[in-house]
């Protein structure tokens, strides 16, 4: 059974930093994406950032230069660096996946504000 759990999130002021986590279990992961999507309130889920094991990066226009996703050494682990973060980066996250169908954890907030 494939899992995804998420941790990191929080309240951070305009101009901070969090880093999110993933940890995958049930598979092994090194041939698949895996990555972050948002959704805020009254929005449709939004790509953030995905990661292949073979370290090419896909972001959204919103987050280019701010955030940074990266995979750990062991390929079942997804982390996304986010930096000068803005009251609209407030949502919650979730971590993904794709072995077929889509997999998602279950969202961690982060919430943006002074």
């Known amino acids: 059974q494939v899992q995804l759990v998420e941790s990191g999130g929080g309240l951070v002021q305009p101009g901070g930093s969090l880093r999110l986590s993933c940890a995958g279990s049930?598979?092994?992961?090194?041939?698949?994406?895996m990555g972050w999507y948002r959704q805020a309130p009254g929005k449709q889920r939004e790509l953030v950032a995905t990661a292949t094991s073979g370290g090419r990066s896909d972001y959204a226009d919103s987050v280019k230069g701010r955030f940074t996703v990266s995979r750990g050494n062991a390929k079942n682990t997804v982390y996304l660096q986010m930096n000068s973060l803005k009251p609209q980066d407030t949502a919650v996250y979730y971590c993904?996946?794709?072995?077929?169908?889509?997999?998602w954890g279950q969202g961690t907030q982060v919430t943006v504000s002074s």
């Open positions: 993904w996946t794709r072995l077929g169908n889509d997999y």
């Open positions: 049930g598979t092994i992961f090194s041939m698949y994406a």
